[in-house]
């Protein structure tokens, strides 16, 4: 879990939070900020793609990025 938060932050743009799928099912509901889905990332030194959540301030969660399998993922690149 670290590795993976750890990983996430370098694709966060500056002052930018990004959270795994795992964190986002277990905040989502406990949180009043939104998400926006990025979608499955590949991240460095972990091996399946990682699906991920910037958070954001909007109120909204909306989603940018299909949710496929990460098999899928890495057939669409």
């Known amino acids: 879990g670290v590795n993976i938060a750890a990983r996430l932050q370098e694709l966060a743009e500056p002052g930018g939070i990004l959270i795994s799928g795992p964190v986002y099912d277990q905040v989502r509901s406990k949180l009043a900020i939104a998400f926006d889905c990025l979608g499955w990332r590949e991240v ?10 910037r958070v954001t301030l909007s109120g909204e969660t909306r989603s940018l990025a299909r949710r496929l399998r990460p098999e899928a993922a890495k057939e669409t690149r």
Do not use: D, F, I, Q
């Open 44 to 53: 460095k030194n972990v091996s399946t793609p990682v699906m991920s959540y």
